[in-house]
Structures are given as structure tokens and as C-alpha cells.
């Protein structure tokens, strides 16, 4: 094979791709402990914010059997400390590092001494039980997130390595992102259409934070309001955590890396990004938002076992890491 | 005061005389310690600490759980070698390889050495590291120990002597570079007035030294890869370390295939021709269509591929012939038989077990001498007499009886000491030292090496896996402070 650029192992794609789908994934748990430690302090001592949040991950079931009721400490230990739950921030940061660590040769030194660094501080923090866990330690997290994704942007070349960097990155973020608003759209939804609570504003407020989208909302579409919120974190095609944003630059990514050829992740890829780009906000809600959402994660879980088979699986024997969280919703 | 209580106990010391003045090398370094405010060497000491975890500079040991990480204890105190001192050694070490690269091209050959009996067939033929299958193969330029770690020590008597030959695969020089690292990040102050040659051009040569052995035809940029056994491997970071600096592919047994006669690594871009391997496996788990065939480390079908010079193995699998402890004691020989001249750095003086008379003394003699297995490596397999139990010693002299070949045994040595910061106060602590040597076209010694230290008070073992740590090794250019 003649080409100039530095041929990169399959392997080494695979583990490129979930470290940064581990670390997003990380980051988006802390964020959302983070904003609904912030969200309890204002509601009325009734008001329990802690299923949903188990809700959103899609882990309802197990979480139940293991943990019984959701309460801040029950679902900060599961979420955040549980190391038998395999998309728990720690061991979330467990499988980043182990990733990062096996392809330590391809990152920079600056990236891998990051993702060590954080995951040998969290490994510390989270030892303790989960009624002493300070707020701060997700704030903390979430700049980590940043931080990654600022050290791999200005340290590492932007090859096809760092191209899937950031295609693991940006799907993780549109699965997140859509997760979210498929729980948080359903429960809000009666309280939303009716006369409206002191509370509307400050939960749906809580939905764009959980996103980072608070601020960048306000500007651009000012007053909240549910229809608002679902077509800025679906369509926006500004805001960096929108569907629509995500999918287009993960889509971008996998242009280079392709480099002209046609494969299955290619075109699954490219035909939602077009869907998103010519997409009717107001007509997807009357159809049924949950449905989008639905099919949604459906067609990314499609697109990852695609790029499997295009680019990750080309040896003989191969494991695959098949770190989907389960589709939820229903 | 640092050096107040210190005491060279009557050993040499790598920094003072045996009077007690200071090595006229290692002055401008005291004099610097001596100046440091009180507590100063201690944080910095702390803080290399923390930098080497942060850093994720750490070995797996093997017996604990999988993935259990340590980091490689470092201690800021360098190891000075002088620019005189260090000129013979590097003379001593390129006269050493390359005998003992004569010697393995002339085993895998003719066999000229055996057929003079200058070295019995017999220790040959029993040697556990000797690799039948690959007689007849003719490597690039007829190289065979492309890089080597000699390990060296001091005795008593202030002469260095050779330990061990470590041919097959060396580790640790990842360690010589991050340690030099280290220093200037967290203790810059005692570089000043001192001529230090650097180490850091070593990735640069050694990409080089193996780029010159690509088969022939394969273009200006031949693909060099560097196959590691993976993440759970001791030396791991090493392997990454290597691949990072030379940025170079690390690749693993299963990211290659071999197909049409070449080897292959799997890409994102399909199938891509690889024309010369840094493997970090063991022979036995190279390929196992020749070797081991329960390996699942390796690549079935490769070392064809290599005999009919289609991919160039750096280090050429079979060389650790030449590592066997028994053989060991013939290389001063080799040096005169292929060389025509005496040894520069001698031996240890060695007794083989399967020597009758050698045995007897052995076995009379287990609670003075250090006993080795013939074909073993990183302090595994060894009984050091003196702080030996009579219960260990009588398990040894059982495995002697048993398998006097596979033992040697050597007088204990009173390795040299360096200052070594033991809690808030210096105090001297044995080394050894393992320079490197790249051969390709020339051969290349390394200006330093890896100064590994004792921890423990009074022990003679330097293995990280044994309680050992390492130290920055400094040689000092000629010139001014070079003597």
C-alpha cells in the first residue's frame, strides 16, 4: 500500500473510538448528578428528581433490583461508584484508561497522562461512602471531559487517529443527548401543556444544563418552552450537544477516514445526517418524539456495529468491545 | 545534614574514596546537595514520585492480579561514570558483542568454535536458549544481537566485571531516558557545572538501526513495527515508550497475519506490508508453527517468512544462546578465538555445575557463593548465599543434583554503592549497571544506562520485580570535568 500517512491499526481504531466514547460517557453521567444535585436543592422536599435520572441512563431495571429506591446516595453509588456496573463514571474511566493505555503509542503523551491522571484522582475521591461525595467532584469531571477533548484537539495531528477520536466522541454525545430528552420530554410533558408551575422553568432549565445548554439556548431562542428545548437539543445545527450537531461532525470525521470508500457506516451515517439537516421539528413532535428518539438509538447502535465491520473487525479473530447501553425508553 | 551519619561501611563507593573525600567526578554534585535547603532533596524526591504515576511509568508484576501497576521506585542521587572510565567500557562492550555475534552466526553455521573445542558441543547442544530451528538463516549484515543490555558491576577491588549478557530481550532503556527526564523536571540544580551526555537521541537510533535492516527493495521508508505481547506484559510501558518516540506502529500478535510469503498488519485501510519487526516476545512465543504451538502471542507462519528474508525479527530469534549462564563463562574465550585479543572487561569468575570438581565446591560452599539457573532472567531462579536460609540452600543443592547443568554459581560480590535517599538521610545502597548496545551497521553504545539500586539495606538484588528501584546514570563528556 503506498500512501504517505502512517497506516493505522484496526485495533488501534476500535480503542481510539471507545476511549473517547468512555470519557464522553463519563463526563455525561457527572453532568447529570451534577445538575440534579443543584435541581434538589430548589424543589419542595417532595419532590424526588432522583428515578428519572436512572431512568434516563436506561437502567431502571437493574438498578432496582440491586439498589431498591432512588435516593441521591443510592443512585450516586450506582452511577458514580458502582464498579460491577459497566457505564458507571468509575468504570467508565476504568475502560477509557485501559483503551488509552493500549494505544499509548498513537495518542499523545499529553492525552494519556490526562486520562490517567483523572482516573487515578476519581478512583481516589469515589472511595468514600456516597453521602461525603462533595458536588464538586462532578463539576470536576465535566471540566476533565473538557479537557480531553481540548488536549486531544491541540496535542494530537488531526489524522484518521484523532478522526476517531472524535467520531467516538460526537456518537456518544447524540446518543446521550437524545436519551436525555426522550425521559426528561415524557415526564415533563403534563405539567408543561397545563398551567404551568413555578417549577416548569426550573426543570426544563435543568434539561438544558444537563446538556450545557442553558446559556446558548437563551441566546439564541430565548423563552423556555418544551417544543423549544426538543428542537434545540435535536436540531440546533450550532450547538456542539444537539443531535443534529453531533451526527454532522461524526459524519465528517468518517468522511476522512473512508477516504472515498463506500461502507455500511458510511451511508447509515450520511443518510440521518440529511434527515436531521431537512428535518420539521414541529411535525417529529406531533408524530411522536419518543418514536424519533427511539429509531434514533436504534440507527446509532447500527452505525457502530457498522463501523465494526468497516473498519475495526478486519482481523481474523476479533473481540468486540459491545459497550451499548440498552435502548430504553419504553 | 544530608551526608552527616553517611558511611561507605568499607565498600567502594561510587562517590567517595575509600578515606572518605569525595571523588574528584562527583564534587561538583556535592558540593550542589550540600548547598540544598533543608528538606529540598525530600520533596523533590516526592514529587518524581508522584510524576512517574501520573505518568502512568509503571511495570506489572507478575503473580499479583492482572493489570496491578507499580511504579519503578526512582532515586534522584545519579550514578557519575567518568569520561575515562567510560571510554573503556565502551570499547569493552563493542569487543564483547561483537564476539558474541560471531559466535551465534558461527552456532546457527559452521560450527567452528565447536569443532576447535574451544567450547564443548555437549553445553551447546543442552542449552535450554539454544533454537535448532533456526540453523542456515543468514540475517541482515549477519546480525544477530541488534539490541543489548550488559549488565555490569563494581566489586570490591574497584574493577568493573560483566554479570550477564542480555540478548534475547532487553528491557529497561525506556527507563535510562525517562530517569534523565525526571532529573531535569524536578531537580535541574544539579546539572549546573556539569558536562552530561545526553541520552535522549537513543529512540532516533535505534528507529535508525532498524530501518537498515529491511529486506532489500523496500523503498526509502520501510514499515517498522514493534510487536509486543500487550498491555499485561511487565513491560508494557517500555513497549509504548519505544513505538511513541520512534512513531512507529506497536503492534500484537493478532494485528498481523502472514499471507503470500510477507508479513501483514491489519488497518482501517485493509492489509499493509510490514518489512522489519522490533519484537518484544520471547522466541518460544514468536511463531507457533516452529516454536511453542500453544503461543497465542504470536504470528503462525512468520519465521518462514523471515528465513527467506522477506521480514527482518529484531532481535534474531536463537541469539539467546549466547545469554546461557554456561556459555557465559566462555566468552572471554570467544574473545580471543574470533578477535585475537584478551577481554577489556572480565568476567565474573564462575563455577559450572556439571563440572564435577566445580560442583563439589559448589555444593561445600552454598552459604558464600550466589547461585544461578543457566537459563533464567530478572532474579528469578537464584540463591544468594549469604542471605540465605539453610533450608534454601539445601532446596538448591537438591535442584543441583538434579540438573547440574542448568546451575552456576559465582562468588558474592560486593557490588559498589551509591548515596541513596533513605528516608530523610543518605545512605549507601549497591548497583549494578546496564548499558545498551544497538548494532546494524556499526555498533552504538548508549552514553549511560540504566543504574539499577538495592533497596533494601545490605541486599545484593536489583530487580525491579525483587525490590529494586533505579537511578539516573551520568557520563560525564571529556574535557574538563570528564577527569
Known sequence: ?330 | MLFEAYQTDSFHDEMFNADGSVRPEASLLLETLQSLEEGHLQRSQRAAERMLLQMGITFNVYGEAAGTERIFPFDLIPRIVPAAEWERIERGLKQRIRALNFFIDDIYHDQKILKDKVIPEEVIRSAASYRPQVHGINPPGGVWCHITGTDLIRHGDGELYVLEDNLRVPSGVSYVLENRDLMKRTFPEVFEGLRVRPVDDYPSNLLDTLESLAPPHRGEKPVVVLLTPGMYNSAYFEHTFLAQKMGIPLVQGSDLIVEDGFVWMQTTKGPCKVDVIYRRIDDDFLDPDVFRADSLLGVRGIVAVYRRGNVTLANAPGNGVADDKVIYSYVPDMIRYYEGEDAIIPNVPTFLCWRDADRQHVLQNLDKLVVKAANESGGYGMLVGPHSTKAEQDDFADRIRENPRNYIAQPTLALSRVPTLIGDKLEGRHVDLRPYVLYGKNLQVLPGGLTRVALRKGSLVVNSSQGGGSKDTWVLAGGVNGH
Open chain 1, 1 to 330: 500500500m503506498a500512501t504517505e500517512t502512517r497506516p493505522l491499526l484496526s485495533r488501534v481504531a476500535d480503542s481510539l473510538y471507545w476511549m473517547a466514547r468512555y470519557m464522553e460517557r463519563a463526563e455525561n453521567v457527572a453532568r447529570l448528578l451534577e445538575v440534579n444535585l443543584h435541581l434538589q436543592l430548589d424543589l419542595p422536599l417532595d419532590g424526588n428528581q432522583w428515578q428519572p435520572v436512572i431512568d434516563t441512563c436506561g437502567e431502571a431495571p437493574l438498578f432496582r433490583k440491586l439498589y431498591g429506591e432512588a435516593t441521591q446516595e443510592s443512585v450516586i453509588a450506582f452511577l458514580a461508584q458502582d464498579r460491577d456496573y459497566s457505564n458507571s463514571i468509575t468504570s467508565c474511566l476504568f475502560a477509557a484508561r485501559e483503551n488509552a493505555r493500549s494505544v499509548r503509542e498513537t495518542i499523545s503523551s499529553e492525552t494519556w497522562e490526562h486520562v490517567n491522571g483523572i482516573y487515578l484522582k476519581v478512583l481516589k475521591q469515589y472511595a468514600q461512602p456516597a453521602e461525603d461525595l462533595s458536588p464538586e467532584v462532578f463539576r470536576d469531571l465535566r471540566l476533565a471531559g473538557h479537557m480531553f477533548q481540548g488536549i486531544t484537539d491541540a496535542t494530537m495531528s488531526h489524522n484518521e487517529a484523532w478522526h476517531f477520536v472524535r467520531l467516538g466522541r460526537q456518537m456518544e454525545r447524540a446518543d446521550k443527548t437524545s436519551r436525555l430528552l426522550d425521559v426528561k420530554y415524557f415526564m415533563l410533558l403534563p405539567s408543561a401543556s397545563g398551567v404551568g408551575t413555578p417549577y416548569d422553568d426550573l426543570l426544563w432549565s435543568a434539561v438544558l444544563k444537563s446538556a450545557s445548554g442553558f446559556e446558548m439556548y437563551r441566546q439564541s431562542r430565548g423563552k423556555i418552552s418544551p417544543r423549544e428545548v426538543v428542537g434545540f437539543l435535536v436540531a440546533d445545527p450550532d450547538f456542539p450537544r444537539s443531535i443534529r450537531h453531533s451526527i454532522a461532525r461524526a459524519a465528517d470525521s468518517l468522511d476522512v477516514i473512508r477516504e472515498g470508500a463506500v461502507c455500511d457506516s458510511v451511508r447509515l451515517l450520511g443518510e440521518l445526517r440529511q434527515e436531521l439537516d431537512e428535518m420539521d421539528v414541529g411535525q417529529m413532535i406531533n408524530s411522536g418524539l419518543h418514536e424519533f428518539l427511539d429509531n434514533l438509538q436504534l440507527r446509532l447502535n447500527t452505525v457502530s456495529a457498522g463501523l465494526q465491520r468497516d473498519f475495526f473487525a478486519l482481523r481474523p479473530q476479533t473481540q468486540t468491545q459491545t459497550q451499548t447501553q440498552p435502548v430504553g425508553g419504553e
